[in-house]
């Protein structure tokens, strides 16, 4: 089971009578395979949603599906151990243990999962070297750097392998060089693994370079639940339009957003491709280096079009009037 699906149906949570719900009546499906970033104002539910997810937050109505099964069906002991082997989590603060060093650290939930040491070692070793830090094994968690910290959280939900994986602000504390760092290594892991992951984050940028889909929750409702560029494009209402008001979203242009219609088609040996899907921060340096229009291909190598300074410059100040 590489990755699986999840749903809420119509879930609620009261933590206390008389205050407004958490949740009020959720209902959301997240793709196996997908990323789903969850989104919101402080306070809006999502770690509340996050936690129905892994059965540390039980629903007051409604139900949360994984693969089909409801959660709350499974004895406790099963949800215990689901939670274990198939749902790892990673939190904003990594909560390592003082006392561990890095790769027992990393060991940790395979521990628990009753993995013998030789055997947890090698697993552990090999999730530390695909997050870059095979070379601090040994070292302990004050001797590392915040963003360190942060990979070895994140190599220790790997280290099971699990099929979902919960991320709560999970790069929330890091600067912005460090936060980019973590993002790229994370769609690079999952490159190599698919899994399903719910992502809390109240980063826009975070949002719109992780997501396949952003839910967006509000005092405990969800407003709106699709593609980044849908929910930007077409917020159902204003409080969503509000919401991601603040977002750059030229910097999300992709260079199929770009492509110049007026100035046909051309394959010009001397001009540069680039694939459909290159972002806007690659493309600027080399309209601007070469001085000549770049051509843009499919993932086949079909020639789409060309792009022009003038049709780039176009779009982005498109983009940028709408906020
Ligand atoms: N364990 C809890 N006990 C009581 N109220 C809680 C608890 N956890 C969260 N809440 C309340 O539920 C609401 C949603 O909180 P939370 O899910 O943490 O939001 P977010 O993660 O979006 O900031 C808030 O009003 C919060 O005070
Ligand atoms: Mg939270």
């Known amino acids: 089971m590489a990755s699986?699906?999840?749903?809420?149906?119509?879930?609620?949570?009261?933590?206390?009578?008389?205050?407004?719900?958490?949740?009020?009546?959720?209902?959301?499906?997240?793709?196996?395979?997908?990323?789903?970033?969850?989104?919101?104002?402080s306070g809006s539910g999502k770690s509340t949603l996050l936690?129905?997810?892994?059965?540390?937050?039980?629903?007051?109505?409604?139900?949360?599906?994984?693969?089909?099964?409801?959660?709350?069906?499974?004895a406790p002991r099963r949800l215990q151990q689901w939670r274990r082997e198939a749902a790892g989590m990673v939190f904003q603060s990594s909560a390592l243990f003082a006392h561990l060093n890095v790769i027992d650290n990393a060991a940790f939930g395979l521990e628990l999962a009753g993995?013998?040491?030789?055997?947890?070692?090698?697993?552990?070793?090999?999730?530390?070297?695909?997050?870059?830090?095979?070379?601090?094994?040994?070292?302990?968690?004050?001797?590392?750097?915040?963003?360190?910290?942060?990979?070895?959280?994140?190599a220790r939900a790997l280290a099971v392998n699990p099929s979902l994986?919960?991320?709560?602000?999970?790069?929330?504390?890091?600067?912005?060089?460090?936060?980019?760092?973590?993002?790229?290594?994370?769609?690079?892991?999952?490159?190599?693994?698919r899994r399903?992951?719910?992502?809390?984050?109240?980063?826009?940028?975070?949002?719109?370079?992780?997501?396949d889909q952003i839910a967006l929750l509000h005092g405990g409702k969800l407003l709106q639940?699709?593609?980044p560029r849908a929910l930007l494009d077409h917020p159902v209402n204003e409080h969503v339009r509000e919401f991601f008001q603040s977002a750059d979203t030229s910097s999300h242009l992709l260079a199929s957003d770009l492509i110049d219609h007026e100035a046909g088609f051309s394959t010009l040996p001397e001009l540069i491709s680039v694939p459909a899907d290159s972002r806007l921060s690659e493309l600027m340096p080399r309209l601007g280096a070469f001085r000549l229009p770049l051509t843009v291909r499919d993932a086949s190598g079909v020639v789409l079009g060309l792009i022009?300074?003038?049709?780039?410059?176009?779009?982005?100040?498109?983009?940028?009037?709408r906020n």
Not at 62 to 70: F, I, N, P, R, Y
């Open 4 to 41: 699986i699906k999840v749903s809420l149906r119509q879930v609620g949570k009261i933590f206390d009578a008389g205050v407004a719900p958490a949740l009020d009546n959720v209902s959301l499906d997240i793709a196996e395979g997908s990323i789903c970033v969850l989104m919101g104002l």
């Open 51 to 74: 936690r129905t997810i892994n059965g540390l937050a039980v629903p007051t109505s409604g139900k949360v599906l994984v693969d089909g099964t409801d959660l709350a069906q499974l």
């Open 115 to 154: 993995v013998g040491r030789k055997e947890r070692h090698r697993r552990a070793g090999s999730v530390l070297e695909q997050v870059g830090l095979l070379a601090h094994a040994k070292q302990y968690p004050h001797q590392l750097s915040g963003g360190m910290r942060q990979r070895v959280g994140m």
């Open 165 to 193: 994986l919960l991320m709560d602000e999970a790069f929330s504390a890091l600067d912005p060089l460090k936060r980019r760092e973590m993002q790229e290594l994370l769609l690079e892991l999952l490159r190599a693994q």
């Open 196 to 211: 399903t992951i719910v992502f809390v984050s109240h980063d826009i940028d975070e949002a719109l370079r992780l997501g």
């Open 225 to 227: 639940q699709g593609a």
């Open 308 to 321: 022009t300074a003038a049709s780039a410059l176009r779009t982005i100040t498109r983009a940028s009037a």
